[in-house]
């Protein structure tokens, strides 16, 4: 569903949620009734995809403020805050600090840091996949237990395959594993995923002790260890052994060269058709694009009616070819049969790259990009969750994750490539390494973690400062940095943590609570902690899991406060929130629910089976490791 029929259909339900305030009794408080709404509402939206995440999250903060949910302003009365406002959300300092971390995760990728990181990685990784995998989990692991875990993936992988390719290994056996060791890693500190800094900011908005950088680092190790262990002993022997979509496209259509000819008078396709003429004699040819006067013909080359003097943009390769004996040329055989004057010819070569979520080729199709057109390369297949598309792919809305397989000349490659958020893995990522600025990017990355972990300052103050330092000492520009933040991430956590304040000030969030209690009041706390686990790692599968931490956090801190343990009223809500931040991490099972995912998804020319087949065992696996330690290291009192 387009993005503004999701903005129709959410007003239309503040419409019909204002009609039938008259009917509801005014004892009953119309706000929770509201909330109800607009949450099931989202809900539904986030599952069934009916607009992007960050416009369903937005629509749901504009209804709250038609329907009145939440005043604009903070009521406030003798200096007392009664109420908070819905702008209120804007200080929150999760969003800023996520911003703040894209940036610092940019400046080590421009200066060259994470790419040099690559690139060790190939000279220490051998030949064996064993070691390949284990040396590639560890520091992708590490890395992202520091920096926003998405561009370490983007740099390794064409990194990977190249490896995999010069040893002889099946990329389908070690993406899945590149991922999954990154959302691990991302588990050891407070900073290594924008959940964990979402649930501690709404936690610290509800009265809790803020996190410590490394207070999650004792679990997130095993965590890492016990993920490792499993893809390294079960794992990988789930893994397909499966081609790449280079490898599984037929060689036949492998092209050599790109050729274009001009039409001379008397030449037998004047007044004809290239089906009837050209492509009936020569079936290896591949006919591109045919421009007249200086401009291309939109007609259908089914159809098109030939000219004197049109050109003719042709692939050529195979037994179409042979070469010159002066001169190391090449020559079409039937071009002089044709009467075809040859104008230039271009090597062509082959190229794989995935379409990411903030690319402008979103929700278009080939022919509204214009590959042929804007860049000068013919696609010749797609690849889409577990499907080669290689027929009748012309008219498909290309979305995040389609990986593409193309052919063109090199320069139009580079072109290419500084399209927005499109990632080739075929050619490793030109980055220079500059020595001086990489030392830099680092020295202020490592000034943010130790500032974080001795409380220097708070961990946005501190996330404003190194984002500053990276564009003041010219690792990054101000204008890459704008670039580098993925602003409809930073929009979901703000309409989300608007939903989760009026569930909060209107009592919804506390009815829920008393509801459940109802049902779950009687087990302990060791049983709600296990679950609380479960449906935050069955939700984040379904639907974002920065919206899941904005939802369940206020929920989870209630239920906490209900319940009975060891003959007292009122556990410590803090295991529960360190089973949020882990269960909204834990996203194995589907290509879907973490970005990392759906990037080697493509890559790796998986199905969509091959994600649970791996991800489920090792979802149940950590959340039995959880629910054992989680109250060991967090008691609940």
Known sequence: MPAWRTTQVLYALVVIIDWLQQFVPETTNLSILAIYGIVIFVVIAFFREWGTPDVVALAAMGAILLLG?????????DGEILSRGLLSVFSNGAPITIACMFVLSAGLERTGAINAMGRFFSRIAGKSELRVLLVMMTMVAVLSAFVNNTPIVVVFLPIVLAHARAVNLRASKLLIPLSFASILGGTCTLTGSSTNLIIDSEAQRLGLEAFGMFELTKLGIIYAVVGFLYLLLI???LLPNRSLLSELIDSDVTREV????QVEPGSELVGKTLVGTLLKKYPKCQVLEVRRRGRSLPTSLDELIIHEKDRLLITVHGEALKELREGGGIRFQGQEELNLTQLETRELKLLEGIIGPRSNMVGKTLQEVGFRRNYGINVLAI??????LNKDFNSVKLAFGDTLFMEGPPEAFSRLQKQKDFV??????????HSKKV???VGIALAFVLGASFKILGIPALAILAALAMILSRCITAQQAYEAVQWNIVFLIFG??????????????QQMVSGLM??????????ILAVVYLLSSTLTELISNNAVAALLTPIIVGIADKMEYAGELGVDPRPFIVAMMFGCSASFATPIGYQTNTYVYGAGGYKFTDFPKVGIPLNLLLWVVASILIPIFWPFR
């Open 69 to 77: 949910v939440l005043p604009l302003m903070d009521v406030v009365e």
């Open 424 to 433: 080739s893995i075929s050619d490793s990522p030109e980055i220079k390494v």
């Open 258 to 261: 790109l050729t274009q000819f």
């Open 383 to 388: 690849h889409r969750q577990g499907v080669n």
């Open 496 to 509: 989300m943590l608007s939903l989760g304040l009026a569930m909060d000030q209107t009592g919804a969030a």
């Open 439 to 441: 030392w830099i990017g």
């Open 235 to 237: 794992g990988r022997k």
């Open 518 to 527: 109802a049902i779950f009041g009687e087990f302990s706390p060791f049983v």
